[in-house]
T-cell receptor, first 115, second 115 residues
Framework: GAVVSQHPSRVICKSGTSVKIECRSL??????MFWYRQFPKKSLMLMAT?????????EQGVEKDKFLINHASLTLSTLTVTSAHPEDSSFYIC???????????FGPGTRLTVT | DQQVKQNSPSLSVQEGRISILNCDYT??????FLWYKKYPAEGPTFLIS?????DKNEDGRFTVFLNKSAKHLSLHIVPSQPGDSAVYFC??????????????FGKGTLLTVNP
């Protein structure tokens, strides 16, 4: 199956700093990437949809100025959590789709802890 | 308002027996359903899917049943193996592929298969 990677897998940062998370499709070109967030014992919540070369579409309640998404190429999307606060601590997961493939392939996730 | 519900947070079965995981949905616009398996601190792994035009899809030990009138689907795993122990997420979408391919997830069911 298609492989999606995320970097870093874990990150600890101080409150007020910004953190960038990368999502890469390793063996296919991802026309669309999605960013999800998962709280403990909760379902994955879609944050935004990212299309290569265009602005991301954010779900209701997600602050676009706080969660900056850039989809610079067909294999890379980045999520930057700006001015992070402890309540931003969560598990962030990306997924990718491409034309001709009906399933979303997920990355391994990034555990963000803001102290 | 949760559109995809997995009412059983956990399920425990004996090795070799059948595991049945249930999922209900409320949005009648959903027409594509998926099951994902997830280990702790990892991204979800696609298992099996079903389109609303079908009522059953089988892949090896995994079978998904869809009852559109009841807005209910289930995942059957038979025979269950200890390696199947994981959290299983039910997901639904109103379209396949492309930037509109948004998945709505349930909260997941923790399956434990005892040797």
């Amino acid at each position: 199956g298609a492989v999606v990677s995320q970097h870093p897998s874990r990150v600890i940062c101080k409150s007020g700093t910004s953190v960038k998370i990368e999502c890469r499709s390793l063996d296919f070109q991802a026309t669309t990437m999605f960013w999800y967030r998962q709280f403990p014992k909760k379902s994955l919540m879609l944050m935004a949809t990212s299309n290569e070369g265009s602005k991301a579409t954010y779900e209701q309640g997600v602050e676009k100025d706080k969660f900056l998404i850039n989809h610079a190429s067909l294999t890379l999307s980045t999520l930057t959590v700006t001015s992070a606060h402890p309540e931003d601590s969560s598990f962030y997961i990306c997924s990718a789709v491409t034309s001709g493939i009906d399933e979303q392939y997920f990355g391994p996730g990034t555990r963000l802890t803001v102290t | 308002d949760q559109q995809v519900k997995q009412n059983s947070p956990s399920l425990s079965v004996q090795e070799g027996r059948i595991s049945i995981l249930n999922c209900d949905y409320t949005n009648s616009m959903f027409d594509y359903f998926l099951w994902y398996k997830k280990y702790p601190a990892e991204g979800p792994t696609f298992l099996i899917s079903i389109s609303s035009i079908k009522d059953k899809n089988e892949d090896g030990r995994f079978t998904v049943f869809l009852n559109k009138s009841a807005k209910h689907l289930s995942l059957h795993i038979v025979p269950s193996q200890p390696g199947d122990s994981a959290v299983y997420f039910c997901a639904a979408s109103g379209s396949r592929g492309g930037s509109n391919y948004k998945l709505t997830f349930g909260k997941g069911t923790l399956l434990t298969v005892n040797p």
